[in-house]
């Protein structure tokens, strides 16, 4: 998926330019602002414990164009595609190894934190990038 999303940076990446910090601002403080949302919601674990596989496909399906969008970015920085894919691979390889990991042996203890903190850190990012192209 980022390779095909850098492919498609290719063609319009020129075209959203102008526009590519605004873009990220609202889908990450969008992202961010609903697992805000839902961290303060209650019985999430009930609705945990009845995902299907119509559950699953969607959020397979969510997280592809997630990655897509990440290679979309690669088309905007002068770095070296390629690299940058092998180099988001073995990391989400990593850092889902490290989570599971982590989530089961202080899943309890962060349990009603996580996602509060997931959702404080994608806005800051948002705003981060959107200061950065609005300021320089």
Wanted: charged share 15%.
């Amino acid at each position: 998926m980022p390779l095909i999303g850098y492919l498609a940076s290719l063609g319009i990446g020129s075209v959203i330019e102008s526009i590519d910090h605004w873009v990220a601002f609202l889908l990450l403080s969008a992202i961010g602002g609903k697992m805000l949302y839902e961290s303060f919601q209650e019985n999430t674990e009930d609705e945990i414990s009845i995902i299907t596989d119509k559950v699953l496909l969607i959020l397979a399906i969510a997280t592809s164009i997630d990655a897509m969008a990440a290679g979309f970015t690669l088309g905007l920085l002068a770095l070296n595609p390629f690299i940058s894919m092998i180099l988001i691979g073995i990391i989400t390889f990593l850092f889902s190894y490290l989570g599971v990991f982590l989530g089961t042996k202080g899943g309890t203890f962060l349990e009603d934190k996580a996602e509060k903190i997931g959702g404080v850190i994608l806005i800051a990012i948002g705003c981060k990038i959107l200061i950065e192209h609005t300021l320089y």
